[in-house]
């Protein structure tokens, strides 16, 4: 069975920094490229960033390009993101999310194979 479960995330001010993690089980973690999105109240889940298998190619939502710094270590079966200069605007539940290798993959696109269930991000302004 597949699971993928986040954590690291909490309360912080503006300006401030957190760092996500998401541990994977259940699957060959190497074959499969990793994402996180999130979900705002009342939006829909957006991409924030993503990384395939290798963790040679990264990918970033325009809106925290600079800031946010997405890695893996396949040893550990773990993906991070690491959020830095945090707005009140970056507030959401944040989900990791993972793509099996070989298949057509839009890094962008909710069309990951699993899915987490989610760490809350608070930024305090």
């Known amino acids: 069975q597949v699971q993928l479960v986040e954590s690291g995330g909490g309360l912080v001010q503006a300006g401030g920094s957190l760092r996500l993690s998401c541990a994977a089980s259940g699957l060959t973690f190497s074959n499969f490229h990793m994402g996180w999105f999130r979900q705002a109240p009342g939006k829909e889940r957006e991409f924030v960033a993503a990384?395939?298998?290798?963790?040679?190619?990264?990918y970033y939502a325009d809106s925290v390009k600079g800031r946010f710094t997405i890695s893996r270590d396949n040893a550990k079966n773990t993906v991070y993101l690491q959020m830095n200069s945090l707005k009140p605007e970056d507030m959401a539940v944040y989900y990791c999310?993972?793509?099996?290798?070989?298949?057509?993959?839009?890094?962008?696109?909710?069309?990951?194979?699993?899915w987490g269930q989610g760490t809350q991000v608070t930024v305090s302004s």
């Open positions: 999310a993972a793509k099996r290798f070989g298949v057509n993959w839009n890094p962008k696109a909710r069309t990951y194979d699993y």
């Open positions: 990384i395939n298998w290798g963790g040679a190619s990264t």
